[in-house]
């Protein structure tokens, strides 16, 4: 075998540190931008924000300080009596209690008080019924037992098996602490169904409201037949006329299927738009947000100590440098590929700027990809998690993308529009006899829309629509 040397040329991709902290960044939502910015401010002391530094306060001469100093001397006698304005000053740390206080005091505003839970709200009634500790205890476990919604999820004789048995409870003495924790309110408490839980709250009402028997047979033996809307059935059931089963119906309606969910808080989620659109003279134009964008710089101080000592130990100062300038850029580079896609998204949308989604056309990422020269990837990572600012609301930028739906004339609908025109159609249909799925076909294949039936239903569902049987009422 003969040995011999061969010269190859080749080409292959490699992701710089900096490439990979680009597409990095760019994935990134506002909120985990700024996120992964603090930390890097944390790491890195040539980063730091171009936020306005406080003015120092002016020097003291030695008279203002002499005063200064008396009147800290005054405070500290006086910081057990009583103030003018009827408030007591606390030395230890510095609140006034009681009084108007100065300035400062004024701008001071209490925490807002946390609203109980629900084990909270019903540990609370608890504590105030006659009970023997040993009830007690077993009320609390049935509490911690409950879900968000207030049901009760395992059977009375699951939570006696979950016990130590050297504790002897018995299935019976379970059922009367049940009976305790579902005479708290709120009403319906303790339920192990949703027939159970208003079957609690309509026996909680008075005895003279009317139609309550009628609402107790429907709710604890026909509650299947009111989910599907079998009207029919109902009536038979309570020999009665459709004014009769619709005041039934509505009371049924007005009753709490969660009562536990009033005690469930979460926590809201604000979304700060990338991007704001405007109409100037016009045009529809879009511009950064400035409260989206975190301004950073180099710096200066740390930047001329690395300029005056250029020797070995300064290396890791400058690599520190570096990374600084790298994020810079590759921040300001990723607003300024979101604003052109966003601008790109604008120029293909007008329509549905001026009239709303039922005239928002077809649009997939590879156009704005050619558009633009970009990568299809890099238009998925920049729509993913940006937000718009319109005049119509907040869009994510992935909501102005959808497939296209043959028409009659040779052109497309998106999807997007065509849910707008179902969403129109059910809004306006006669609630007695609804619209099916193949209905609601052929009223868009008369605008010249092709849409099969089973595409009506999935995008019905997707709009969480019921079904036209859910629909029906009296």
Known sequence: ????????????????????????????????????????LQDNPLLEREDVEPTPPPPRDSAEQTAAG???????????????????FDAMDGISYGGSGDAEDDDFSPLAEQPASLRAHLAAQLSLLHLSERDKQLVAMLIDSLDDGGYLPQTLEEIAAMLPPELEVEPEELSIAL??????????????????????????????????????????HHLDALATRDFARLKRALRCDDACLRTVQKLI?????????????????????????RKTKGVWVAAL?????????????????????????????????????????????????????????????????????????????REIADTLSLHESTVSRVTTQKF??????????????????????????????????????????????PLSDGQISELLGQQGIVVARR???????????LPVNLRKTL
């Open 455 to 465: 595409t009506i239903a999935k995008y019905r569902e997707s709009m969480q629509i």
């Open 289 to 365: 947000n400035p409260d989206a964008m975190p301004k950073l710089k180099i710096n200066r101080l740390y930047a001329d100590i690395l300029q005056r000592n250029r020797g070995g130990n300064s290396q890791q100062i400058s690599a520190q440098l570096q990374e600084a300038k790298w994020l810079i850029k590759n921040v300001q580079q990723r607003f300024e590929t979101i604003l052109r896609v966003s601008q790109a998204i604008v120029d293909r949308q007008r329509n549905f700027l001026e009239h709303g989604e039922v005239a928002m056309r077809p649009l997939v990422l």
């Open 388 to 433: 718009m600012h319109t005049p119509r609301g907040i869009f994510e930028l992935k909501y102005f993308f959808g497939s296209h739906v043959a028409t009659e004339a040779g052109g497309s609908a998106s999807s997007t529009a065509i849910r707008a025109l179902i969403k129109q159609l059910v809004s306006a249909e006669n609630t007695r006899t």
């Open 1 to 40: 075998m003969k040995h011999s040397l061969q010269l190859r040329l080749s080409q292959h991709l490699t992701l710089t540190p900096q490439l990979q902290q680009s597409i990095r960044l760019l994935q990134l939502s506002t909120l985990e931008l700024n996120q992964e910015i603090e930390k890097l």
């Open 70 to 88: 008396e009147s800290s001397a005054t405070t500290e006698a006086e910081a057990t009596a009583p103030g003018e304005d009827g408030g007591a």
């Open 253 to 277: 309606v007005s009753l709490n299927p969660k009562p536990g969910r009033d005690f469930s808080f979460e926590e809201t989620r604000f979304v700060v738009a990338d991007v704001i659109v």
């Open 179 to 220: 009976q305790h924790l579902q005479h708290l309110e709120p009403t319906g408490i303790g339920a192990r169904s949703l027939a159970e839980c208003l079957g609690l709250q309509l026996a909680a009402l008075p005895a003279d409201t009317p139609y309550r028997d009628e609402a107790q047979e429907i709710v604890l």
